[in-house]
């Protein structure tokens, strides 16, 4: 039965299992390994008997309509555990845990766990980039080649059209021969530069600013040019730059490569199709070092609900340089557009992150009117992106005016080689 305690703030805590550093957007991967062949059918008894509530005061006929749409979402899409918060400032907020976190124990999902967010982390990294640019020791329209050697023609892709996705640059997550490692050794570390090595093998998809294309390349380049002019790996810079400025106790970019670190205690497993023996395979403890700067960040349902008004407000940066980042520009998908390292859609300002085992939404409307964030232990979309069919049906509820689009995949989901 759902309980209406708030659950306590925790301090992070590291696990003794591998850690799976993250991943980015519009990457396509899901994992190896062992794990149930599927998932089971929905209720009764299934994957949504379980619900904790942490809070929910909007009243008991909204709270009754979200928890049946979002148990119906999660049984006809067999979504094994999620965790939504919606907040919705002078009307009330709704936190719940639904399912469960791990399909062999039967453990409930809770809202105070560790998840990794995927390309929520490129907010982080494009963030560190304009606090760069705020402080004179990086400019948006600077070639990427005065702060990183080897770019192919990297003289004329400047730092904004990296951040914007219009570099032209190829996507290694798009290449083959790395979709072919990854799906070999899940547990391969990788460095930047070695991703970039998938990226560099293909010459560029056209000329810098023609068009926008997502590649996961851009936010990597974006991470090397912060340790270069910062000083400091990118694991430590937003930790002292980004995080604790906000108190983000529980986010943090795991800061070995390769990642040696262990996932925060307590996490939920995430289960993923990437698998080449077929069926379902749980890829908790994958290591996710080849999405680093693009994705490889963790957090939980609380932080992220203190990072999007900060990431929309433009907290850490300059009213100027914010304004910059919020002028979005067509993606060549309906109701979706681009900014620097943020975007849009069709309202909702944020980003969304997919890799193997997990998928997570983090937005909020401008004017400080909403926050959502949802974190999802499955990437084995059934019928489009699983959270975007969470997303979609929560606001259908709360904010009639400002619905989520679905169910088809939104442009920065990684799953999709």
């Given at each position: ?76 899409a067999r979504i094994p555990g999620v965790n939504v918060g919606v907040w919705l400032p002078g009307r009330g ?198 999405g680093w700067a693009a994705g490889a960040a963790i957090s939980d349902l609380e932080d992220l609900h203190a ?111």
């Open positions: 039965m759902p309980t209406s305690r708030r659950a306590p703030r925790r301090r992070t805590r590291r696990a003794g299992a591998p850690a799976a550093c993250a991943a980015a957007l519009l990457l396509a991967l899901t994992g190896t390994g062992a794990a149930p062949a599927d998932f089971p059918a929905g209720p009764p008894g299934g994957l949504v008997a379980a619900t904790a509530a942490v809070r929910s005061d909007l009243g008991p006929g909204t709270v009754r309509r979200l928890d049946a749409a979002i148990a119906a979402v999660m049984a006809k907020e709704y936190v719940k845990a639904f399912g469960v976190a791990d399909l062999r124990t039967g453990t409930p999902m809770k809202t105070d766990m560790y998840s990794r967010v995927g390309s929520v982390t490129k907010t982080f990294t494009v963030t560190a980039v304009l606090q760069l640019v705020d402080q004179g020791k990086a400019g948006l329209d600077d070639p990427i080649s005065k702060y990183v050697d080897g770019v192919p023609g990297g003289e004329h892709v400047t730092v904004r059209q990296l951040a914007a996705m219009r570099s032209g640059l190829y996507n290694y997550t798009e290449d083959r021969n790395f979709l072919d490692s990854l799906r070999a050794d899940p547990h391969r570390s990788y460095t930047p530069r070695q991703i970039l090595g998938y990226a560099f093998a293909h010459p560029p998809n056209f000329a810098p600013d023609a068009k926008w294309q997502y590649s996961n390349t851009n936010t990597v380049l974006l991470g090397l040019l912060v340790e270069k002019v910062s000083g400091q790996p990118l694991a430590g810079y937003l930790r002292e730059h980004v995080f604790a400025p906000l108190k983000l106790s529980a986010t943090s970019l795991p800061s070995a490569m390769p990642c040696g670190s262990a996932f925060p205690e307590p996490h939920a497993h995430g289960y993923t199709t990437f698998s080449p023996h077929g069926g379902i395979a749980d890829a908790t403890d994958w290591n996710p070092s080849w990072w999007v008004p900060a990431l929309v407000g433009g907290k850490l940066l300059k009213p100027a340089t914010q304004a910059q980042r919020l002028r979005t520009g067509p993606t060549g998908v309906p109701g979706i557009s681009y900014g620097l390292g943020i975007a849009d859609f069709d309202g909702w300002i944020g980003h969304n992150g997919d890799l193997p085992g997990y998928e997570t939404i983090a937005a909020g409307l401008p004017g400080g009117k909403a926050t959502l964030v949802i974190l999802i232990n499955s990437d084995a979309d059934r019928g489009g992106s699983l959270s975007s069919q969470v997303a979609h049906a929560v606001t259908e509820i709360v904010t009639p005016d400002h619905v989520w689009s679905a169910p088809a995949p939104a442009p920065n989901s990684e799953s999709t080689p």
